[in-house]
């Protein structure tokens, strides 16, 4: 009896041992399943490498920041607006019998100010802006520089068409930011932005090329503007895009935005042209570009592209001209199609503009028109368009 019962504990006991042998197991094999695998990760390929953000390291633009922050400038406009002093002035009844210039009550000057950032180009002082920043009443400007000191500055000139102002200030050895050749900027290039949003001095912001040579924003009448995902608010305007070599590529001029702040989308002056209004500013105190006169053109929508039966949206469309711009006198007349500028494709309108600008004074250009479907060239005189000289 005692042995079958020394049997029967053994037979339990080896039971539960067994038991706890496979419960064991299963947890085991539960945790497994729930921990990474153990075999060696396949390596990234260039499609799924992660770019540069959280945990995955930016380049480093410090020492291109210290050799660069103290050539941007903070740049205050005071501006001064003679307006009617007409209690009336609002006044819509009013308005319509005596106008919105009446003197009856005579005149009023209203100040203002207006801030943006500049960007020393030379030791001996010059800097450059933009003509908003400037602004067209404006009586003084003051530039505080890198180091604090505040001097006044003269305009040397404006230039509407690119949105650039070019100032002076008296001075030796100035931290001037080496120019850069912006046609080598290539999309997704890194760049810093550097200047004065909402009055906070020396700035600094850090992104990429987001596209090359925008049109059509409405933002000056000679649009070629890079665009940058670099943080650009207001108080930027006139600052300077900077690339990887400190060199700068670029003059900070406009947000796209919805909020009036930073959304991710800036636009900047290339470089080569910035140089070169400034270069004309100031050996000639203006820029000298071509011209054909008073042209008014519009850009090619599907609508108008089917409407004046044309195979492509391509070309600029002259909407509105002068009689006595030489492109009238030339033959070409609202409602033609402008396709080409000696020999070159014309995109839109945009662009036949600055094809027109660049064009020598005094050169002849062979234009290619498009008249109810027939396609023929014309010959025009390029004669130049001047901007007035403000210098104060």
Not at 210 to 216: D, I, K, V
Request: glycine share 12%; no cysteine; charged share 20%.
């Amino acid at each position: 009896m005692a042995r079958r019962m020394v049997l029967g504990l053994l037979l339990v006991t080896s039971g539960m041992l067994a038991g706890m042998v496979l419960t064991g197991r299963m947890r085991s094999a539960g945790d497994t399943v729930a921990l990474p695998s153990r075999a060696p990760a396949a390596q990234p390929t260039a499609a799924t490498r992660p770019a540069a953000g959280p945990g995955v390291a930016a380049p480093d633009f410090t020492e291109v920041a210290r050799r660069t922050v103290g050539g941007v400038t903070n740049i205050s406009s005071l501006q001064v607006v003679r307006a009617p002093a007409s209690p009336f002035g609002n006044d819509p009844f009013f308005r319509y019998f005596f106008g919105d210039d009446s003197d009856m009550f005579g005149y009023r000057e209203r100040r203002g100010q207006s801030a943006g950032s500049g960007v020393v180009v030379s030791a001996d002082g010059y800097i450059l802006t933009n003509n908003h920043v400037v602004g067209e009443h404006m009586r003084q400007v003051t530039v505080v520089l890198g180091d604090r000191r505040e001097r006044e500055a003269r305009l040397v000139g404006v230039d509407p068409m690119t949105d650039l102002a070019v100032l002076k200030v008296e001075g030796r050895n100035l931290p001037a930011i080496p120019w850069g050749d912006s046609s080598e900027l290539r999309v997704a290039e890194w760049v810093l932005a550097i200047g004065n949003p909402f009055q906070l001095s020396q700035t600094v912001t850090l992104g990429i090329v987001s596209a090359l040579g925008r049109t059509n924003l409405n933002v000056a009448g000679y649009e070629d503007f890079i665009q940058t995902d670099a943080a650009i608010n207001p108080g930027n305007s006139g600052g300077a895009l900077i690339n990887r070599r400190g060199q700068l590529v670029g003059i900070n001029t406009a947000i796209y935005s919805q909020s009036g702040g930073y959304q991710g989308i800036g636009f900047a002056v290339p470089s080569n042209l910035a140089r070169r209004v400034m270069d004309d500013v100031v050996r000639y105190g203006e820029v000298r570009r071509g011209s054909i006169g008073a042209v008014r053109t519009v850009s090619i929508t599907e609508e108008l592209a089917a409407e004046l039966g044309l195979r492509s949206t391509r070309g600029a469309l002259v909407w509105e001209m002068s009689r006595s711009s030489s492109a009238y006198e030339a033959g070409i007349r609202p409602g033609d199609v402008i396709e080409t500028f000696n020999g070159q494709p014309v995109e839109d309108g945009s662009h036949l503009v600055r094809l027109v600008a660049d064009a020598p004074v005094g050169a002849t250009a062979s234009i290619g028109v498009r008249r109810e479907g027939r396609a023929f060239e014309v010959k025009v005189p390029i004669s130049r368009a001047t901007t007035r000289r403000r210098a104060v």
